[in-house]
């Protein structure tokens, strides 16, 4: 008789997942009652049997993450200890993680992901009678207003910003652009020197003149280099002067990378040249 590994893995996936419906049942029993002894130990012996299973295929991601789960559970039952909100919150992590994992094992199953190997790594350090660290937290987007009357190349600034990492609230009106970042929060000011309402270097001027604006970063965009732009920009205390056009849409991407970062700008504040207006 020929062996077929995918065959044994069919069968390995059906029977596993009657017992990720048990852990399932069992965790939200725990959960009501967290010192009952008996979900536990049910739960215990789902997990065990799931990672046999899949150590005897070779099931590498499986058989890591079940043992893991049931070290957590080896815990619970030997030392008594109440399971925990954060302990709870992880267990149905790993069992969300261990069902996806189930569905798309395949013979040969290689190692687990990076996702997987963090929860296996918090579920060892629970196993050890270690608080269970929160789950990481996303950091939200750093937020940029971006001010300008043309609408194609409003567009095509939203687009490059956006792809610099970038949550961008795009604009037409200065005066609207004034409005809104009085009223909340940003961490860049990209603003053309001709706007509807209020044009650039007097929107930020008025900024600078306002507690929500005087420590905000900002990118002067202009279709021309005109010195006496330059000179009023470093004056007021814009950290940069760009030029719009295709080519400088890179230097855009930069620029607004290193301000966020805090780092200054070579030759953002230059002043109007000799002999300039």
Aim: aromatic share 4%; proline share 8%; no cysteine.
């Amino acid at each position: 008789m020929t062996f077929d590994p995918a065959a044994f893995v069919d069968e390995f996936r059906v029977e596993a997942a009657d017992h990720l419906r048990l852990l399932g049942a069992e965790l939200l029993s725990l959960e009501r009652q967290p010192s009952d002894a008996v979900p536990i130990r049910r739960m215990f012996l789902s997990a065990h049997t799931i990672k046999s299973a899949a150590a005897m295929l070779g099931l590498a991601s499986v058989r890591e993450l079940s043992h893991a789960m049931e070290d957590v559970l080896a815990y619970l039952r030997d030392t008594r200890v109440p399971l925990d909100r954060a302990t709870a919150d992880l267990l149905f992590r790993s069992l969300d993680a261990l069902q996806d994992m189930v569905e798309r094992a395949t013979p040969g199953d290689v190692r687990a992901g990076a996702a997987s190997a963090e929860l296996v790594d918090a579920l060892r350090q629970r196993a050890t009678g270690r608080p269970t660290p929160p789950p990481p937290v996303a950091r939200p987007s750093p937020r940029a207003l971006q001010v300008e009357d043309s609408p194609t190349v409003r567009l095509l600034a939203t687009m490059v910003l956006s792809d610099a990492g970038f949550q961008v609230d795009a604009v037409a009106d200065g005066q609207q652009a004034l409005a809104q970042a009085q009223a909340q929060p940003y961490e860049l000011l990209v603003a053309s020197t001709q706007n509807h309402g209020l044009p650039g270097l007097d929107l930020a001027a008025a900024l600078r003149a306002s507690p929500a604006g005087r420590n905000l970063p900002i990118i002067l965009m202009s279709s021309d280099d005109n010195p006496e732009h330059r000179r009023r920009g470093a004056e007021i205390g814009i950290q940069a002067y760009i030029r719009k056009g295709s080519s400088d849409r890179e230097r855009l991407a930069e620029t607004a990378r290193q301000l966020l970062a805090g780092a200054a700008v070579p030759g953002a504040q230059e002043s109007a040249p000799a002999g300039g207006p």
